[in-house]
């Protein structure tokens, strides 16, 4: 635990009487039902990452990762977790994933000199959705360093649960910037996960699509990317119907989940709970990442479903419940104030406390949550449920069906993490990718032997019928 957070923050005006006379939170106790989960939580920031901005008229407003620290340090939930204050992506890191030109026009274009680069806009996909603004490349290397520092405490075994709320930025390319998103904080961070993890499975219930990592990940069976969204073709980034599945190796290994306007708490809970089962249980990962935008809350500037930070939360609550190492990011939301409440939320389902409605005195930007001053206003009422329950039964079924092709996958390496994989050196660390990987190659093997005995049974069965 560090208090260095709460010192530095000179805006915090601590009042000595709210301080003693407010209960910020209750601990949640674990019941034997909750599997008695008390997760090592790390929480992974830098305030700078606020100062940014798009430009007035864009959607996309940093400062609502100012607001959710504030509410976060306000209900003191450092007290339950470790707070680290995350380093910079280099250069290096971001080409993990990124091409080494689109990183090098990112690091050279400036809103002063971007007339030199007009050649080059379209070919990076700059326009309104991604503009190029003072220090977007800052930007980015902050918000991508945290989810690599988050995803490197999960590795080493130091916390169970590690979130950043900067990340999520799950629409970026390889080549390109798109939906606000500079550079795939998510593939980079699962891409250091499977250095040690043989399975991660992506979740994404932002209101849009996970289209940037659903595509990094689309040939493989190492990461299973689940997305819930509005889809109609249109509606941005235009992709995620259901029949999009994985290709080769990959495919059933990527889930879409279509949905239409106005779903409410049930509905999406159900339809999550019965799907997220089944695919943990068959896939069983290693690693989960979960993306937690926030567009898919009622109200939001952008959005269009209904539900409830409440609603909302019980998805991650799930998630959570299973007891496996996560990395817990942000991503889409366009109303500050009800982002910053739901992720302040989310942190403290994290570290297994319930926090009081009321939102404490101390904060800062308090008036920004008038007139209720609640951490849970009522976000369910604006628009019909477009999602008939037989449009959503139907759906699930469809889902369950690809779920056959999980269990037992081949090519999936099977094997257990070794215990002991907390500070190991870079030697050691090769050492279990070596193994990984000659028992992948087992794995191959054993796939070609089984598809040569497929191909017999099936002649045999054709001379049969001739
Ligand atoms: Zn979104």
């Not at 290096?92 to 026009?105: M, V």
């Not at 106005?262 to 943990?280: A, C, T």
């Not at 949550?369 to 469809?398: C, V």
């Not at 037992?408 to 190991?424: F, L, R, T, W």
Request: aromatic residues 12%.
């Amino acid at each position: 635990m560090s208090y260095r957070w709460l010192d530095e923050d000179s805006t915090i005006s601590l009042d000595y009487k709210a301080n003693q006379k407010t209960p910020f939170y209750e601990p949640i106790v674990n019941t034997f039902q909750d599997g008695g989960y008390n997760p090592n939580v790390s929480y992974h920031f830098n305030p700078d990452v606020s100062q940014y901005h798009y430009g007035v008229r864009h959607p996309m407003k940093p400062f609502r990762l100012m607001l959710t620290d504030h509410l976060v340090l306000a209900y003191k939930l450092y007290e339950k977790m470790d707070v680290y204050h995350s380093h910079r992506a280099s250069r290096e890191e971001l080409l993990e994933f990124h091409s080494d030109d689109y990183i090098k026009f990112l690091e050279s274009v400036t809103p002063d000199n971007v007339k030199k680069y007009s050649q080059y806009l379209k070919q990076f996909n700059i326009g309104d959705d991604c503009p190029v603004f003072e220090g977007m490349y800052d930007y980015s290397q902050i918000y991508a360093g945290a989810s690599l520092d988050a995803s490197r405490k999960l590795i080493s075994g130091m916390s169970d649960i590690a979130i950043n709320w900067s990340g999520g930025l799950h629409h970026a390319k390889k080549y390109e910037p798109s939906g606000f998103c500079y550079v795939n904080d998510i593939v980079l961070a699962i891409l250091n996960m499977l250095t040690v993890h043989p399975r991660v499975l992506y979740i994404d219930i932002d209101l849009h699509h996970g289209d940037g990592v659903q595509e990094a990940f689309y040939l493989t069976d190492r990461v299973m990317t689940v997305s819930f969204h509005k889809y109609n073709g249109e509606f941005f980034p235009g992709t995620g119907n259901h029949d999009e599945v994985g290709l080769g190796k990959g495919k059933h290994f990527a889930l879409n989940i279509p949905l239409q306007d106005g779903i409410d708490d049930e509905s999406y809970i159900r339809l999550f709970k019965s799907v997220m089962e089944p695919v943990i249980t068959n896939y069983k990962p290693t690693a989960i990442v979960q993306q937690c935008g926030a567009d898919s809350l009622g109200y939001d500037r952008l959005g269009c479903f209904n539900l409830n930070i409440a609603a909302h939360g019980e998805c991650v609550k799930f998630i959570k419940s299973f007891g496996l190492p996560m990395l817990v990011l942000g991503g889409g939301g366009y109303t500050p104030r009800n982002v910053s409440r739901l992720w302040c939320y989310e942190t403290s389902i994290m570290t297994n406390v319930k926090l009081n409605s009321k939102l404490p005195e101390t904060l800062p930007f308090r008036n920004f949550f008038q007139p209720d001053y609640s951490l849970h206003p009522n976000l369910g009422d604006r628009l019909d449920n477009k999602n008939s329950k037989r449009y959503l039964e139907n759906l699930r079924n469809q889902l369950l069906e690809h779920l056959r092709f999980l269990r037992g996958a081949p090519s999936v390496a099977m094997n257990e993490i070794p215990p002991d994989i907390q500070n190991m050196s870079t030697d050691e660390e090769q050492a279990i990718l070596d193994k990984l990987n000659k028992e992948s190659e087992y794995d191959e093997y054993l796939e070609s032997e089984r598809q040569k005995m497929n191909d017999k049974d099936q002649a045999r069965t054709n001379e049969q019928e001739e």
